[in-house]
């Protein structure tokens, strides 16, 4: 990769966490292309070098987060004990809930989102972590995997609430 392919990647991927801060504070309609910029410090039309719209780069963000939940589940079903598997999805969650915050607040607020092509986004992200976590839990021999899937789908979703919210108390056990 030349000095300038690497930098143009780089700027992308500038673009990409501005617009996850300033989608996650703000909301995707009352944010602009120019507050991201102003967060990437770049110009307003140097995103439009990457992404043709609004829409596309939020959805670049939700890719971006997605993977990284997705990544990181994939981790853990290939290198955990099957006794640990749910444990360990547990905390891997927490790590993202702690270290990526913005991207969880984005991916709350694209659920509420009616264009089709984020809500497929949202589809896609949720199905395939779906899946993933029933097949490891159906692989590790859990019992009643449908439903431990939905129970541990359900309290990343409290997980995400509580960490919205600042009400550490909807975690605890």
Same mark, same amino acid.
């Given at each position: 990769?030349?000095?300038?392919?690497?930098?143009?990647?780089?700027?992308?991927?500038?673009?990409?966490?501005?617009?996850?801060?300033?989608?996650?504070?703000?909301?995707?309609?009352?944010?602009?292309?120019?507050?991201?910029?102003?967060?990437?410090?770049?110009?307003?039309?140097?995103?439009?070098?990457?992404?043709?719209?609004?829409?596309?780069?939020?959805?670049?963000?939700?890719?971006?987060?997605?993977?990284?939940?997705?990544?990181?589940?994939?981790? =853990? =079903?290939?290198?955990?004990?099957?006794?640990?598997?749910?444990?360990?999805?547990?905390?891997?969650?927490? =790590?993202?809930?702690?270290?990526?915050?913005?991207? =969880?607040?984005?991916?709350?607020?694209?659920?509420?989102?009616?264009?089709?092509?984020?809500?497929?986004?949202?589809?896609?992200?949720?199905?395939?972590?779906?899946?993933?976590?029933?097949?490891?839990?159906?692989?590790?021999?859990?019992?009643?995997?449908?439903?431990?899937?939905?129970?541990?789908?359900?309290?990343?979703?409290?997980?995400?609430?509580?960490?919205?919210?600042?009400?550490?108390?909807?975690?605890?056990?």
């Amino acid at each position: 990769m030349t000095k300038s392919e690497t930098k143009s990647v780089n700027r992308k991927s500038d673009i990409i966490s501005a617009a996850i801060e300033v989608f996650a504070e703000t909301g995707y309609f009352r944010a602009t292309t120019a507050q991201v910029a102003e967060r990437a410090q770049i110009s307003q039309p140097y995103i439009f070098r990457f992404f043709s719209t609004k829409e596309a780069l939020l959805l670049t963000a939700l890719e971006v987060s997605w993977t990284r939940v997705i990544d990181s589940f994939r981790k =853990v =079903v290939e290198s955990t004990s099957p006794e640990h598997l749910e444990t360990e999805l547990i905390q891997a969650y927490v =790590v993202i809930l702690e270290s990526y915050r913005n991207e =969880v607040l984005l991916q709350m607020q694209a659920q509420t989102i009616q264009e089709e092509s984020i809500r497929e986004a949202m589809r896609n992200g949720f199905g395939e972590v779906r899946q993933m976590v029933l097949d490891a839990f159906r692989s590790a021999g859990i019992p009643n995997a449908e439903e431990r899937t939905m129970l541990f789908l359900a309290r990343g979703m409290l997980c995400n609430i509580s960490a919205a919210l600042a009400m550490p108390e909807l975690m605890e056990i």
